[in-house]
């Protein structure tokens, strides 16, 4: 194949800290913006073409952690139980493959010091890297199982590498998980966490 020459450039932006505090704690919030480019050259070897792609990504992100339930906010150590939300979105536009918006929620729940329950569901978009849609292609002949003739080995042309159609990448996710975190352990915690993930045009 040809000499694969990626490039990205990349600039971010955020802020974060304490907008306000309710009866039951400090909501703390975080702001920010992300620019990227992204370049993908082929340099061209034996009179093949070169190929040249670029690509822009915008991105504005935001977060909240909203205490539902704490009566101590001022204290050096927070009372139990508590109970968080957390609340989270990203807007992200490419120049070649649109606009998506992917919100986020949390919930977690400490009803005694040593334990605390958590669970989060979110969506998420993931655009294929310039290398997978325009890095080349090439061919293989191969000793492959085929399903149609009992999984006996026969012959077959692989097409591997690059593919220019394919699509974003789209997921759902959902976790559900628990933290144990007894004192008398000296600090040794164990975590629990169950996943649930869902995909659209999977990568």
Do not use: C
């Not at 559900?176 to 995909?199: K, Q």
């Amino acid at each position: 194949g040809l000499p694969e020459v990626p490039a990205s450039e990349q600039m971010d932006i955020d802020a974060n800290g304490v907008a306000f505090t309710l009866s039951t704690g400090p909501v703390r919030v975080a702001l920010g913006g992300q620019v990227r480019d992204d370049g993908f050259d082929q340099i061209p070897i034996q009179g093949l073409p070169s190929t040249d792609r670029s690509r822009t990504v915008d991105a504005l992100f935001a977060e909240a952690r909203l205490p539902l339930v704490g009566p101590n906010p001022k204290g050096s150590i927070p009372s139990v139980p508590i109970l968080e939300l957390d609340l989270a979105g990203r807007y992200e536009h490419y120049s070649d493959f649109g606009s998506s918006t992917n919100p986020s929620v949390g919930l977690a729940f400490r009803p005694v010091r040593a334990v605390k329950f958590r669970s989060t569901w979110s969506s998420s978009f993931a655009a294929p890297q310039l290398w997978e849609l325009y890095g080349g292609q090439d061919s293989e002949l191969l000793n492959s199982p085929d399903p149609l003739n009992g999984y006996a080995k026969s012959a077959a042309l692989v097409l591997v590498g690059s593919n220019p159609s394919l699509q974003a990448e789209k997921s759902t996710q959902w976790t559900a998980g628990v933290d144990l975190m007894p004192e008398d352990l000296g600090g040794t915690s164990v975590e629990l966490t169950y996943y649930d993930i869902h995909y659209n045009d999977r990568i």
